[in-house]
């Protein structure tokens, strides 16, 4: 699970407190979670691994660049670091 510092965190990044975190599977190589707000949900992935910073912000990069093909719909980045 998150710690409270990191749920804090990430509610000012969301700017919407967090009423429910759930651990759900994301792939083999992050861990993933499901943060519940009162209006809105939101995916979140975790990795605390030297390579994490810049693999994260290669999806980013790549998840923009389908999303300007207009072909399929791609979740929003809100952040990355």
Do not use: W
Request: proline share 2%; with cysteine.
């Amino acid at each position: 699970m998150i710690s409270s510092s990191f749920k804090e965190h990430l509610e000012h990044v969301l700017g919407l407190p967090i009423t429910k975190v759930e651990s759900i599977s994301g792939g083999d190589i992050s861990k993933a979670y499901c943060l519940h707000t009162t209006t809105r949900t939101f995916f979140l992935k975790t990795n605390a691994g030297s390579f994490a910073l810049e693999m994260f912000r290669s999806e980013q990069t790549a998840l923009t660049s389908i999303t300007r093909t207009n072909t399929i719909k791609v979740p929003k980045v809100l952040s990355s670091g």
